[in-house]
């Protein structure tokens, strides 16, 4: 015959997440997803500073202005990149 106790501890469940440790998981979730979304942005900036190129140097088939336009797109987006990189490299 099976005591009770002997039941008990062979079918316990893990216990329970405490308060302090979901709040510690929850802000390693929130922080990696944070980088995840740096990284996003980081990479779509860089995307608009190639689409750009393209068109700065795209010649008459795109009106001056617009070739100005993108021209300085291109030399903003480098900028920011360059400050976002170095940003997350100090935190």
Known sequence: ???DNDLKTSTSAPKAETVA???????????????DHIRALNQALVDV?????????G???Y?????????RLVEDCEMRVQTLEAI???T
């Open 1 to 3: 015959m099976v005591a």
């Open 21 to 35: 440790q979901r709040v510690r998981r929850l802000q390693a979730e929130a922080k990696q997803l944070a980088k």
């Open 49 to 57: 500073e190639q689409l750009a190129a393209e068109i700065s140097e």
């Open 59 to 61: 010649g008459d088939a």
């Open 63 to 71: 009106p001056p202005g617009v070739r100005d336009l993108a021209r």
């Open 88 to 90: 997350v490299a100090r």
